[in-house]
């Protein structure tokens, strides 16, 4: 008896918490993002579908750029956190903690402040192009702030550690008797690697896309701090149209769609790499 | 230790062993050039960041190199909004860590060790709550707060980051949980204890290590985070949030300063993380 009521009463705070302050939540924004009104005189449940309309007729440029951004950066986090992740799961010894305490450690310095260093330091007369220039190996013109590749480049640096902890974590765990194996049935080191371990690492890579790519493409401070005017993403969008415009019906409404693309988004690549492989990464 | 594991005692059946594993041994290994060149590209900013802190500028806009100077130092807590965007955001991080730390030491110990109808899906919420992005959380907050008519400040600020934070903390503990020999808590039962006796003697010191990961972690989630707080913190102003509200004025040297000092306690919690775990061993 007693046996049976415990988990009830263990998970009952946290459901209540979940339950009113996330499902609640995104159910009050489904109804906000069909009303019509403005803030003066209120707004009025009519079921208003134009608004997703409007929505996407109106900033369809943002939405394809953040997705586009979000799709690079996390591409990029592949490249430069796979090896890695790589390495100190096979080559790390003793000292693999101590790598991936350096790697979180930059996150104890607010995200905010991480971003707007980048900003000096990659400004025209900053410590990096500044000399560079001064002693001419990069022309009078070029600049990196405020454009497209900064903000890329940004958003790369500050979700590189989600990409490279999931993947370590499946390398870590995996048996080094299997590339072993490998090599006893005559696989060299690009074969062993692309036929064993590669494969393995999957549900790790699918997790870090997860954790990379949702919050990349719906990240506006990179955007707003490094990308200037004309590269800001749908999140800019929602940001100024919730605080600053208060048109909560369309803001609430670009959100939904946002949030229906990264799932599409998800699902469609769940389904190209194989369901069941990916579901291993919650077992 | 355990990297030459496989090289001493050669199986029979194994003569090229040895051979090879001498050859890489003279083999460059550029994975750990290319991991520190990585490294140092993650500590570039926060470099520029401390170097800055003990600059001496001319003007407003804090971005090139003058000289050096302790001046911020001394003068750390000049800006009084600053100060209080400092202390809102450490109490909000504590209360956050010690709330999220509850729930969700709470659920991670059901997770793990019970089964129970909705389990399924208490684990799908909780999957989504951590994979949503952040401005839907945000937006979505603040929705049903304009609808509720409540004002945002600083307790829907807590409850916005406890919130995000009780799945982190749920799922650190519930790792730590599955791997628990459930004999032991048996044993302590069977040596007369009773159920409160028994987890606050033996499972609780058992998760301790977990519990303690996942409540930094929420420390570290709500100190850093943005965007979820702007949505939902209504006038009050945090950290992240003043140094915001700033860059468009320029920075005060003072953030450089508060930053080196939040880098610090992350330095000093690392360093004491790895001597624990030498001390474990």
Not at chain 1, 169 to 179: G, I, N, S, T, Y
Not at chain 1, 192 to 197: E, K, L, N
Not at chain 2, 193 to 202: S, Y
């Amino acid at each position: 008896m007693n046996r049976k009521i415990t988990p009830y009463a263990l998970v009952l705070p946290a459901w209540a918490w979940l339950a009113l302050f996330f499902v609640v939540p995104i159910g009050g924004m489904l109804s906000l993002s069909l009303t019509t009104g403005n803030v003066i005189t209120g707004f009025q449940q009519t079921f208003a579908v134009g608004n997703y309309v409007d929505a996407v007729s109106t900033y369809w440029e943002q939405i394809l750029r953040s997705l586009f951004y979000g799709a690079c950066a996390t591409v990029l986090c592949i490249a430069i956190g796979y090896p890695m992740a790589y390495w100190i799961a096979f080559k790390g010894g003793p000292y693999k903690s101590t790598y991936l305490l350096l790697i979180l450690l930059p996150f104890f310095v607010s995200f905010v402040l991480r971003t707007i260093s980048w900003r000096f330091l990659l400004s025209d007369t900053g410590v990096v192009l500044g000399p560079l220039k001064s002693i001419g190996l990069v022309p009078e013109g070029f600049a990196l702030l405020n454009s497209a590749t900064a903000v890329i480049l940004g958003l790369a640096y500050n979700f590189l550690p989600f990409m490279i902890l999931p993947i370590y974590a499946v390398l870590e765990r995996m048996d080094p008797r299997m590339v072993e194996a490998a090599h006893d049935l005559y696989a060299g080191r690009f074969q062993a690697f692309v036929r064993v371990i590669l494969p393995v690492s999957l549900p790790g890579v699918f997790a870090g896309v997860l954790m990379t790519f949702i919050p990349t493409s719906s990240d506006y401070v990179n955007a707003s701090v490094l990308g200037g005017t004309h590269n800001t993403m749908i999140g800019n969008v929602i940001q100024t149209q919730y605080l600053i415009n208060n048109n909560y019906p369309i803001a609430s409404s670009i959100t939904f769609v946002l949030m229906g693309l990264l799932l599409i988004g998800i699902f469609s690549y769940a389904r190209a790499l194989g369901t069941e492989r990916v579901m291993e990464v919650h077992a | 230790m355990s990297t030459d594991v496989r090289t001493p005692p050669a199986a029979p059946g194994t003569p090229a062993e040895p051979r090879r594993t001498a050859r890489a041994r003279r083999r460059i290994d550029w994975g750990r050039y290319y991991t520190w060149a990585v490294l140092a590209w993650l500590f570039l900013p926060i470099l520029f960041m401390v170097a800055f802190s003990f600059n001496d500028p001319a003007g407003r806009h804090n971005i090139t190199w003058q000289g050096f100077t302790l001046h911020w130092y001394k003068n750390a807590f000049a800006y009084p909004e600053l100060n209080e965007a400092m202390f809102n955001s450490v109490s909000i991080a504590l209360l956050t860590m010690l709330m999220s730390g509850v729930l969700g030491t709470l659920l991670g110990l059901a997770l793990g060790r019970f089964s129970f109808r909705g389990k399924q899906l208490t684990n799908l919420v909780m999957f989504a709550a951590i994979s949503a992005p952040e401005v839907v959380l945000g937006a979505a907050l603040l929705s049903t707060f304009l609808m509720m008519g409540v004002t945002t400040g600083y307790w829907t600020t807590v409850v916005a980051h406890v919130m995000f934070c009780v799945s982190f903390v749920a799922i650190t503990v519930r790792a730590r949980v599955i791997t628990l020999d459930p004999r032991l808590e048996e044993a302590a039962q069977d040596l007369g204890a009773g159920p409160w006796t028994t987890f606050r003697l033996v499972t609780l010191p058992m998760l301790f290590p977990a519990v303690m990961a996942g409540g930094l972690l929420a420390f570290a989630l709500s100190i850093d985070d943005y965007i979820i707080t702007t949505f939902v913190s209504g006038d009050v102003t945090t950290f992240p949030l003043w140094i915001w509200g700033t860059t468009r004025v320029g920075i005060p040297p003072q953030v450089n300063v508060m930053g080196t000092l939040l880098f610090l306690v992350g330095v000093i919690l690392a360093v004491a993380n790895i001597v624990m775990a030498r001390r474990r061993r």
